[in-house]
């Protein structure tokens, strides 16, 4: 089983700029690990073939319960926003990403 580095990231507002907008950074709220999973022929059919090919699934070793209010992932050096925030109690949690492609 192979674990990858991951840094959970939060929206948080550092300021207005001279028109009074609000500007966000993000910051890091955990850090922990993540483990890819494939997709089954079952999601395939549910979620649709665009959806599988544009994201993938993460597990992470946290329960959903103290899972930390965040809106992206950075899994081995690359930024991800996460799309979906699934309950696998009692001991992990997966997240669904937006993958980009370079």
Do not use: H
């Not at 001279?18 to 494939?38: C, F, H, I, S």
């Not at 930024?79 to 492609?101: F, G, H, M, N």
């Amino acid at each position: 089983m192979i674990w990858n580095t991951c840094r959970l990231l939060a929206k948080k507002q550092t300021g207005e700029d001279e028109l009074r907008n609000p500007q966000y950074d993000y910051e890091v709220v955990k850090e922990t690990v993540a483990r890819g999973t494939p997709w089954t022929d079952e999601q395939i059919a549910l979620e649709g073939r665009e959806v599988t090919r544009n994201e993938q699934r993460f597990l992470i070793p946290i329960s959903f319960s103290m899972f930390p209010e965040c809106q992206k992932a950075e899994i081995d050096g690359f930024i991800q926003e996460i799309t979906k925030v699934i309950d696998l109690s009692p001991r992990y949690t997966a997240i669904q990403v937006r993958i980009y492609k370079g």
